[in-house]
């Protein structure tokens, strides 16, 4: 295992497995789920602390991002899993239609809906969440069509399938 220390928080080191860890006690940090699944760990600089997102903190540690990419995604889709072989950099565009997110977020928001074309014909989808990005449309725009609180979005109706 390698350990580095972490920029701007110099009490303290990550390695490359995920693990943080305070340098002067090397008592490694219990870390806390975010609420959305991924870990995170409080650190300390001047009595304030911070909360840092553990898999940001490998990336920045021990990936190379020459392109300067934004994101950090999870290779196995599995949140916790933060060593450094299973992460990488990525653009917004890329890390949304990475993997298996489409149909997940789909299946928990699975209420099949139609787009009804001006010229008579339909369209089935999935969900609004597929819709809208096959589409290019926003789905509150479409959400607010399907509960009829507006008539149209980009010049299309929607209805559910149930």
């Given at each position: 295992m390698e350990w580095k220390k972490i920029k701007g928080f110099e009490n303290y080191e990550i390695s490359n497995e995920g693990e943080v860890r305070n340098i002067k006690s090397r008592l490694v940090l219990k870390p806390r789920d975010n609420g959305r699944g991924?870990?995170?760990?409080?650190?300390?600089?001047?009595?304030?602390?911070?909360?840092?997102?553990?898999?940001?903190?490998?990336?920045?540690?021990?990936i190379p991002n020459p392109e300067n990419?934004?994101?950090?995604n999870h290779i196995n889709e599995i949140k916790t899993d933060n060593r450094i072989?299973?992460?990488e950099w990525m653009t917004?565009?890329?890390?949304?239609?990475?993997?298996?997110?489409?149909?997940?977020i789909a299946a928990s928001r699975s209420i099949s809906i139609y787009t009804l074309y001006p010229d008579g014909t339909d369209e089935?989808?999935?969900?609004?969440?597929?819709?809208?990005?096959?589409?290019?449309l926003w789905r509150a725009h479409m959400v607010q069509?399907?509960?009829?609180?507006r008539k149209t979005t980009g010049g299309l109706r929607f209805e559910y399938a149930e």
């Open positions: 991924y870990l995170r760990v409080g650190l300390y600089t001047n009595k304030k602390q911070t909360y840092k997102s553990i898999h940001r903190l490998v990336a920045e540690s021990f990419k934004p994101e950090v072989e299973n992460l917004s565009k890329e890390n949304d239609s990475y993997g298996t997110r489409t149909e997940r089935y989808f999935l969900s609004a969440t597929i819709a809208a990005k096959e589409l290019g069509v399907l509960k009829g609180q």
